[in-house]
């Protein structure tokens, strides 16, 4: 069937909707699809059951045979194995379902940008109608959207009077553009070759390749941490079949090239599909998948001037934030290797994608975000490259790790648990707020309310107990019980939450509701007037500008109606967060509106507090309902109260 039957319908007017496996039955087709017979005892160990549930499964997948486009083939002695009999049922099984449906605009604008790019001629417009099922004029509506689409990825669409339209860009950007619009599924390896008029490659036959590729991968990078093979399984696909239809990638025009080990690697690919599959890559494209493995991984080699760049970076981080971080650790690691990506890609005009990971970090990562805008920052003072909001996210990623990986490492507060109880049952009641709380807490003790004058209360920060104290207990402590219902467990969330840091950097002062029109620049220097009158600042005209400086290299709005600006420097005196509510909403720099306003001021001390500042930004950022119930407020208590609250639900926690 070839890709205009697909998207037409042909066979898709008779799918059943109705064939249904579990999870653990599509995982034994999966095994059995890779070609080799399986026994049931086989399977049963790789699935961790027994065999008779293995039989059952068997027989459930054959009594749907025919629904799901399989043949289950029975060997004596050998086992069980699958065969594909009907490839657009068994794609359309695989996707759940979710197949083209050409009354919706999204699906035929999709349907169009893979059918244009895949064709090498002019396709004529009333051919492209009738392939869609739609009016010319229809069509010509669908084809505005593509256009603008394709003009983005630096494509246009060329038309020709009596010839019809056709997609005209270099190959390199053709190919590009392309691996965004499919997404591989090794399952539904037939639906590329639909796609591509051609069956080179089989189910199997990706298989064999991905299993290569981690092989080879570990004999050339230093981790495949990284690697994405995915991608470089779409990009082969593509490369066979351009080939084989006759397109040419362009000639690069690289120093050196031919020297690096992705050259090398690529040659050693291009001998494996030689070798395996009887494709035989000219040498244009062994080095247009050189390229594809720049974009897809770095192989480590020793850079002085990174590690230069990394030692500055750290202190900077340090300074701004009272991060430290380990140079020893794999993190940093991680971190050198991605930057060597990134010198790679600027030196080969190479982009990273990364649909919808801007807005995505921006908001649920603010604090690794704003240690990824100090990344860019240097990075652009000390080794002269310009990073596109897609690599800094990317750069955040490992930010967030090492945070979270940090928070693990850290000496975390103590508690103890008083109750009068056997042992046995405390050491549950421990083990059960352990499953809960090990992150945040290390619970050195279990006492009785008699054993106090054992206990050093100076170095105990949480108190948990089942027994009633007293009021004159010498310090405060949480009652709880041995019940660890819902309710008791948000109970303790809150208390272990410490939600005082929340009372420590919101200040009454610091609110306002505001009813009229504001310039941004106007309000954001009246802040920094109002900071330096209460002694939260020195210089209100140096928080301005590093303010707006922050703001020229990436708008501190979400996509929603929240700003959070900030100076880039740790320049305030204390930890604070002023907060505005502007009823009418205020025109920010870049054009949005914004009903909340968040002016932070941090001091680059207090790493602790600066971290939980920031988880308190994310889970505000990154929830519309919170932030229409906190535009909602009158007063400063109320705001407060409305966001204790929601921090205290546990779906909505940091």
């Known amino acids: 069937m070839d890709f205009v039957s697909l998207v037409r319908g042909g066979e898709m007017d008779n799918l059943n909707f109705d064939a249904k496996l579990s999870k653990r039955q599509e995982k ?5 699809l890779e070609g080799n017979f399986l026994t049931s005892a086989q399977l049963a160990l790789t699935l961790g059951v027994s065999q008779r549930t293995v039989k059952e499964d068997i027989k459930t997948i054959k009594g749907l045979e025919k629904k799901i486009g399989i043949q289950v083939l029975v060997q004596n002695r050998t086992g069980y194995s699958v065969l594909i009999i009907n490839n657009c049922l068994f794609n359309h099984y ?3 379902g979710l197949s083209i449906d050409l009354n919706i605009q999204n699906d035929r604008i999709l349907v169009l940008i893979q059918y244009l790019l895949t064709r090498k001629n002019f396709v004529i417009v009333e051919d492209l109608a009738e392939l869609l099922n739609v009016s010319v004029s229809t069509l010509n509506n669908d084809l505005k959207i593509v256009k603008n689409i394709l003009y983005k990825e630096n494509l246009e669409i060329l038309s020709k009077p009596n010839c019809g339209i056709k997609i005209q860009g270099t190959e390199r950007t053709l190919r590009a553009t392309l691996s965004k619009y499919i997404n591989l599924d090794l399952f539904s390896i037939e639906s590329y070759n639909n796609l591509f008029k051609d069956s080179t490659i089989t189910y199997s036959d990706m298989k064999v390749l991905a299993d290569y590729f981690v092989k080879i991968f570990k004999d050339y990078y230093y981790d495949l941490i990284g690697i994405g093979i995915t991608n470089l399984l779409i990009h082969i696909i593509i490369i066979i079949n351009r080939t084989k239809s006759g397109f040419k990638i362009e000639h690069f025009e690289s120093e050196h090239l031919t020297q690096r080990r992705e050259y090398q690697l690529a040659l050693n690919i291009a001998d494996f599909l030689e070798e395996k599959f009887f494709i035989s890559l000219p040498e244009e494209e062994i080095q247009y998948l050189s390229f594809c493995l720049l974009n897809n991984g770095t192989i480590r080699y020793k850079s002085t001037l990174v590690e230069s760049f990394l030692t500055v970076l750290y202190n900077d981080l340090q300074k701004s934030f009272d ?3 380990d140079v020893q650790h794999d993190e940093y690691n991680a971190l050198y290797i991605h930057t060597l990506g990134i010198l790679e890609r600027l030196k080969f005009k190479l982009n990273v994608d990364g649909t919808g990971i801007v807005e995505m ?4 990562f603010v604090l690794a975000y704003e240690m990824a805008m100090l990344y860019k920052k240097d990075f652009e003072n000390m080794l002269h490259g310009k990073l596109n909001d897609i690599e800094v996210c990317y750069v955040a990623v490992h930010f967030g790790a090492m945070i979270e990986s940090a928070k693990i490492r850290k000496s975390l507060p103590k508690l103890i648990i008083i109750t009068e109880t056997r042992t046995g049952r405390a050491l549950l009641l421990k083990n ?17 309310p008699y054993e106090m004058d054992q206990v050093d209360f100076d170095q105990v920060e949480f108190i948990l107990s089942t027994e009633n104290l007293g009021e004159a207990f010498i310090k405060p402590y949480l009652r709880i019980s041995f019940d660890l219902n819902a309710a008791s467990l948000r109970k303790i969330k809150a208390y272990l939450c410490n939600k005082t840091i929340i009372d420590n950097i919101f200040r009454e002062n610091l609110f306002a509701k505001i009813i009229g029109d504001e310039n941004a620049g106007t309000f954001l220097l009246q802040c920094a007037k109002k900071f330096k009158s209460l002694e939260l600042i020195k210089d209100e005209q140096q928080f301005y500008r590093l303010t707006c400086k922050r703001e020229r290299m990436q708008s501190t709005r979400f996509d929603y109606i929240v ?20 009823e009418k909403g205020i ?4 054009g949005g509106i914004v009903k909340l306003v968040l002016y932070i001021g941090f001091t680059g001390k207090n790493k602790d507090e600066i971290t939980s500042i920031f988880d308190i930004l994310s889970c505000i950022s990154s929830n519309h309902t919170l932030v229409d119930s906190l535009i909602q407020v009158n007063s ?3 705001f407060i109260a409305v966001l204790k609250l929601f921090l205290e639900n546990p779906k909505h926690t940091i």
Not at 28 to 32: P, R, T
Not at 432 to 448: A, K, R, T
Not at 563 to 582: G, V
Not at 587 to 590: A, L, P, T, Y
Request: net charge positive; aromatic share 16%; proline share 3%.
């Open 323 to 325: 991060i430290c971080l």
């Open 94 to 96: 695989n996707n759940k």
């Open 28 to 32: 034994i087709v999966a095994y059995l």
């Open 636 to 638: 400063f208590v109320d």
């Open 361 to 364: 970090m921006r908001k649920r």
């Open 432 to 448: 059960e707020i352990l499953s809960h709380f090990s992150m945040w807490v290390n619970i050195v003790g279990i006492y009785s």
């Open 587 to 590: 025109k920010w720099f870049d």
């Open 563 to 582: 700003a959070m600006p900030h100076p880039l420097q740790a320049i305030s005196q204390k930890n604070f967060i002023s907060i505005s509510i502007f």
